[in-house]
């Protein structure tokens, strides 16, 4: 909804510089426009495409996370398991081009895990029995909203010898060893 308001603000600015409108018109719209995305990346409007979508052990997903807001996944399995989860984030908002603090917490209701990084690549992360939720919570109380990118978590019950980690990078996927009994 966001990104075709802002994609018809920009056709009239351009269709308004082919017909040789004055430049002060010009550049108000383009001030409406530039604050327009602004408001979109900062968090205020939602993309539909970055909705999260329950996908233990599925496919990967892309997810925005406006200030300080949060998203959580309810399929996992009642009875404890070893997850592992995978992300690629990036900042977007006024002075989020320079990293400071953390970025994420993950937790399992009150089970968090103390990574917080900007690309997290957990491994054989226990999730106590119960626990049917994980939540991805964007740690910047202000300016910054996060785009989780290429977001996969997998928790299984059983032991698991081998997990294969989605490739986020380029590279070939990564095969982590997990030998953890449950």
């Not at 959580?72 to 009875?79: G, R, V």
């Not at 399992?108 to 900007?118: L, Q, T, V, W, Y």
């Amino acid at each position: 909804q966001g990104t075709l308001l802002v994609s018809g603000w920009i056709r009239h600015l351009v269709q308004g510089l082919h017909a040789g409108h004055n430049m002060a018109a010009v550049s108000r719209a383009l001030g409406t426009v530039c604050c327009a995305v602004s408001t979109i990346f900062s968090g205020s409007l939602v993309l539909a495409s970055s909705k999260p979508v329950d996908r233990n052990c599925g496919d990967v997903q892309d997810i925005f996370l406006g200030v300080n807001a949060s998203a959580q996944f309810s399929d996992l399995p009642a009875h404890s398991a070893s997850c592992t989860i995978s992300a690629k984030m990036s900042t977007s908002g006024n002075l989020c081009s320079k990293r400071f603090g953390k970025d994420l917490a993950l937790c399992f209701g009150n089970s968090c895990h103390e990574a917080g990084d900007a690309n997290p690549r957990i491994i054989g992360w226990q999730k106590p029995a119960g626990q049917t939720a994980l939540t991805v919570t964007n740690l910047h109380k202000s300016l910054c909203s996060l785009w989780v990118q290429n977001f996969a978590y997998c928790c299984r019950p059983a032991k698991v010898s081998k997990v294969e980690l989605p490739d986020i990078d380029g590279s070939d996927a990564d095969i982590a060893e997990d030998n953890v009994l449950v």
